[in-house]
Every structure is written in structure tokens, then in C-alpha cells.
């Protein structure tokens, strides 16, 4: 049999995963050398970190550094976020953070910055305020602790964000993103009244093959990476309304690809379409009531709320909740007040 060699590069989700079927030829070997002979980009350390963390798996099972492959063995491994390819620089920027330990960090990330640098973000990011922040910090600097990305949100979206401090914890986590064990739940306004109080949406998701800025949504199983968000109404507005999402998988612009998929864009998400009117009356007063909540918040209106993990040390579940920000909180008063008032 062939080996076969199937690389996920998750977007949203920071992991690779692959997946082999030893061949029929194969003369015993340790698997750390056999995955450093086979993976191009990855280290000794990566493979190491990624087995201590039970993230090396024969015919389904955990193994060590030292297991020896044998003919047709189906051999998995996901291996955390790969290293930049863009150098990142220490700067000091503001950041909240929510929790710190040993282990981890749990920021609660503002708009309109960007996670990590590359693609005409190389400054100004996340990571860069990060690597200050820990480089200036002297419990930090005795750990060596550096900025491990576990996952990330899109530049305009607010909320909470998990970051390991070392490779190994990095490692742990990357294994519960791919199992989808980590519970993560989003706020969003979205145009429209969603006939549903609760419901689930599905669809394969990919570049859009006309933008590919964007991403789109697909039925053929073998296009795109499969995707589910589960949504619940919290609040009805008549033209807009405030759900609640939780993630399933995690791809790259998920929640914003499937409510434009299901007629629903988040409001002003100029991506998919949400920043004009789409739903409402043609009055010159609607108009500019909605233009002034577009000035309110003028990004798309989401926001990460909340995060539970198993701690990658202590194994302890963890979770964290976050406010609306100030912006996303103002537009929503704003809309019930319209809808109040009859308008």
C-alpha cells in the first residue's frame, strides 16, 4: 500500500494534521525519525512536543518518541502552529489580559488588530504587542515564555483570545482544537429576521474562486473544509437580530460565510455584503438612523465571547467569558430603542 499524505491546514484553527499509511516495504524505525524524515518544515522539537502531547497516534492509538513504525500502520499527528514565515518584532502596544499563568495567556483583543503579521500586517499585531509584553515582564523572562498562537479571530473582531507560552502547551491545545473539544461561543447582529429561535448551519467552506479575499460556500464534499455553527436568537430587532453562535469547527471567516450563505450577512461586514441596507423601508429617516449605527460600529458587528479548554498543565477546565464591547453594545440599545419606539 501507498502512503498516503493528507495535509489540513486549519485557517481559523493553528495545527497541521497529517496522515499516513506506512508502506508494505517499510523496515522498522523509530516514528520521531520516520515524521522527521517525512515532514519538511517540521523540528525534532515539534515532532518531540507533539508526542508528549498525545499527538502522535498509531491505528488510533497514543504512542511515544520510540515506537517503531511497521508495514500499514496508519499514522496520525497534529502538530501545532508551524513557524512564521514573517519575523515578528517586539512592540509596545496595549493589550487586556484577561488570565495569566505559567502555561498561558487569555487576551481580550480589540478591533482592528490583526492576530499575527504577514500579508501587509507587519507591524502592529497581536504577536508583536505579545512579544513586548512578555520580553518586559520578569516572571516571563525567567520562564523563557514566548507567544504561542493557539488560534485566531479576524482583525476587526473583538474578543477572547488563547495564547501558550511554550511549545509543549501549544501542543495540548492544538490537539482540543482539532478534536473540537474547545467551546467557543460568538455574538453577532445580523440582517434580517432569522425565521428560527435556534438552529444549525452547514457547508463546506473554501476561497471564493471570484474573490479570494473572501470565503464561500460549497456543497461538493470534496471542495472546502467542513464547517457548523449552531445559532440561537438572543434578541429580535425586526430588521437586524442578535444571535449567538457557537463553533463547532473553526475555519477562516466561518460565522461571516455562513449567515451570508443562509441571507443573513452580519451587519456592516463589507466582505459579505452587510454594510448597506438590506432589509427595511426605503424612508429617508431609516436611512439615516441605520447610517449612524454604521458609524457606530464601523467594522462587522462580532464578537468572541467566551472560550472553555482544558488547561494544558494542571488539566483543569478553564473557561472564560467576556462584555460586549462598547461599540457592538451601543448599536444593540441603539436597535431596541428603534423598535421600542415603533419606528
Same mark, same amino acid.
Given at each position: 500500500?501507498?502512503?498516503?499524505?493528507?495535509?489540513?491546514?486549519?485557517?481559523?484553527?493553528?495545527?497541521?494534521?497529517? !496522515?499516513?499509511?506506512?508502506? @508494505?516495504?517499510?523496515?522498522?524505525? +523509530?516514528?520521531?525519525?520516520?515524521?522527521?524524515?517525512?515532514?519538511?518544515?517540521?523540528?525534532?522539537? @515539534?515532532?518531540?512536543?507533539?508526542?508528549?502531547?498525545?499527538?502522535?497516534?498509531?491505528?488510533?492509538?497514543?504512542?511515544?518518541?520510540?515506537?517503531?513504525?511497521?508495514?500499514?500502520?496508519?499514522?496520525?499527528?497534529?502538530?501545532?502552529?508551524?513557524?512564521?514565515?514573517?519575523?515578528?518584532?517586539?512592540?509596545?502596544?496595549?493589550? +487586556?489580559?484577561?488570565?495569566?499563568?505559567?502555561?498561558?495567556?487569555?487576551?481580550?483583543?480589540?478591533?482592528?488588530?490583526?492576530?499575527?503579521?504577514?500579508?501587509?500586517?507587519?507591524?502592529?499585531? *497581536?504577536?508583536?504587542?505579545? *512579544? &513586548?509584553?512578555?520580553?518586559?515582564?520578569?516572571?516571563?523572562?525567567?520562564?523563557?515564555?514566548?507567544?504561542?498562537?493557539?488560534?485566531?479571530?479576524?482583525?476587526? %473582531?473583538?474578543?477572547?483570545?488563547?495564547?501558550?507560552?511554550?511549545?509543549?502547551?501549544?501542543?495540548? *491545545?492544538?490537539?482540543?482544537?482539532?478534536?473540537?473539544?474547545?467551546?467557543?461561543?460568538?455574538?453577532?447582529?445580523?440582517?434580517?429576521?432569522?425565521?428560527?429561535?435556534?438552529?444549525?448551519?452547514?457547508?463546506?467552506?473554501?476561497?471564493?474562486?471570484?474573490? @479570494?479575499?473572501?470565503?464561500?460556500?460549497?456543497?461538493?464534499?470534496?471542495?472546502?473544509?467542513?464547517?457548523?455553527?449552531?445559532?440561537?436568537?438572543?434578541?429580535?430587532?425586526?430588521?437586524?437580530?442578535?444571535?449567538?453562535?457557537?463553533?463547532? %469547527?473553526? @475555519?477562516?471567516?466561518?460565522?461571516?460565510?455562513?449567515?451570508?450563505?443562509?441571507?443573513?450577512?452580519?451587519?456592516?461586514?463589507?466582505?459579505?455584503?452587510?454594510?448597506?441596507?438590506?432589509?427595511?423601508?426605503? &424612508?429617508?429617516?431609516? !436611512?439615516?438612523?441605520?447610517?449612524?449605527?454604521?458609524?457606530?460600529?464601523?467594522?462587522?458587528?462580532?464578537?468572541?465571547?467566551?472560550?472553555?479548554?482544558?488547561?494544558?498543565?494542571?488539566?483543569?477546565?478553564?473557561?472564560?467569558?467576556?462584555?460586549?464591547?462598547?461599540?457592538?453594545?451601543?448599536?444593540?440599545?441603539?436597535? +431596541?430603542?428603534?423598535?421600542? +419606539?415603533?419606528?
Amino acid at each position: 500500500m501507498n502512503e498516503i499524505n493528507e495535509h489540513t491546514d486549519e485557517s481559523g484553527e493553528l495545527f497541521e494534521h497529517f !496522515r499516513f499509511v506506512i508502506d @508494505r516495504g517499510q523496515a522498522p524505525l +523509530r516514528i520521531d525519525k520516520y515524521l522527521f524524515a517525512k515532514l519538511a518544515d517540521a523540528s525534532r522539537n @515539534r515532532i518531540q512536543n507533539a508526542a508528549k502531547a498525545g499527538n502522535i497516534l498509531v491505528n488510533d492509538l497514543p504512542v511515544k518518541p520510540n515506537y517503531k513504525v511497521r508495514p500499514l500502520d496508519v499514522v496520525t499527528i497534529v502538530l501545532a502552529y508551524p513557524p512564521r514565515d514573517t519575523e515578528a518584532y517586539p512592540e509596545e502596544i496595549p493589550i +487586556r489580559i484577561v488570565f495569566e499563568d505559567s502555561e498561558i495567556l487569555v487576551v481580550n483583543k480589540e478591533a482592528g488588530m490583526v492576530v499575527h503579521p504577514g500579508h501587509g500586517n507587519f507591524t502592529g499585531t *497581536l504577536l508583536n504587542a505579545l *512579544l &513586548f509584553y512578555l520580553q518586559n515582564t520578569p516572571e516571563n523572562k525567567a520562564l523563557d515564555a514566548k507567544p504561542y498562537l493557539a488560534h485566531r479571530i479576524d482583525k476587526d %473582531t473583538t474578543g477572547i483570545l488563547l495564547i501558550a507560552k511554550n511549545e509543549l502547551a501549544q501542543s495540548k *491545545l492544538a490537539k482540543q482544537f482539532f478534536d473540537h473539544s474547545i467551546e467557543r461561543t460568538y455574538v453577532a447582529l445580523v440582517w434580517g429576521d432569522l425565521v428560527d429561535d435556534q438552529g444549525v448551519i452547514t457547508g463546506n467552506i473554501a476561497r471564493s474562486e471570484r474573490d @479570494r479575499t473572501v470565503m464561500a460556500i460549497y456543497e461538493e464534499e470534496e471542495v472546502g473544509r467542513h464547517a457548523v455553527t449552531h445559532f440561537k436568537v438572543l434578541e429580535r430587532f425586526g430588521y437586524v437580530t442578535l444571535v449567538e453562535c457557537r463553533l463547532e %469547527t473553526g @475555519r477562516t471567516h466561518q460565522i461571516r460565510a455562513h449567515f451570508k450563505h443562509i441571507g443573513h450577512p452580519l451587519f456592516n461586514d463589507p466582505k459579505y455584503g452587510g454594510d448597506r441596507i438590506l432589509v427595511g423601508t426605503t &424612508f429617508t429617516k431609516y !436611512r439615516q438612523f441605520v447610517q449612524n449605527c454604521f458609524t457606530l460600529i464601523p467594522r462587522q458587528a462580532l464578537h468572541a465571547k467566551s472560550l472553555g479548554f482544558i488547561h494544558p498543565a494542571t488539566r483543569q477546565h478553564m473557561f472564560f467569558d467576556s462584555d460586549l464591547p462598547e461599540d457592538l453594545r451601543s448599536v444593540v440599545e441603539k436597535w +431596541r430603542g428603534y423598535t421600542e +419606539r415603533g419606528n
